[in-house]
């Protein structure tokens, strides 16, 4: 398949397909299926504030996306938005005092302390709904592009 694409790039997919463009078909197929499940599930996870969920749905999209060659988009957008909804998450536990509350925080807060400190610094200065939202939004218009791609090259 020809490297002509600007937002996606099927080298990993030719990889593992060992030149199988079925196999490749498939997967952009389950990738272009997932991307709704994505997209309005973010949307609804951030509108309601459910921090736990928009994390996990962020860390579930991540591979998805890698696996399209979206590396920017993976390692790094999805990987931020997985960590600021984690401290948006963070920051909801530690308002309330119930010792449930208390250790899942413990638990959230090493999983977070765990990181590089130019991220750990990234997310502390980044850490508003604002931030997230704009991870959301841009991956939401990255997705509409991908799809675009990854569509012609189901023709």
Not at 43 to 51: A, C, P
């Amino acid at each position: 398949m020809p490297d002509i694409y600007k937002h996606v790039d099927l080298t990993y997919l030719e990889s593992i397909s060992e030149g199988n463009s079925e196999i490749v078909k498939e997967l952009i197929e389950i990738f272009l299926d997932q991307i709704p499940e994505f997209t309005q599930g973010m949307r609804q996870y951030f509108e309601t504030e459910d921090w736990k969920s928009l994390a996990a749905l962020a860390h579930k999209a991540k591979s998805s996306v890698l696996s399209m060659g979206m590396t920017h988009m993976g390692e790094v957008e999805l990987k931020n938005l997985e960590l600021l909804s984690k401290q948006q998450y963070l920051n909801d536990l530690k308002s309330d005092n119930s010792a449930e509350s208390l250790r899942e925080a413990e638990k959230i807060n090493t999983n977070l302390t765990n990181y590089y400190p130019d991220r750990l610094t990234w997310i502390q200065k980044n850490n508003s709904p604002e931030a997230i939202e704009e991870i959301i939004n841009s991956f939401i218009l990255q997705c509409e592009n991908a799809s675009l791609e990854l569509n012609n090259e189901l023709k």
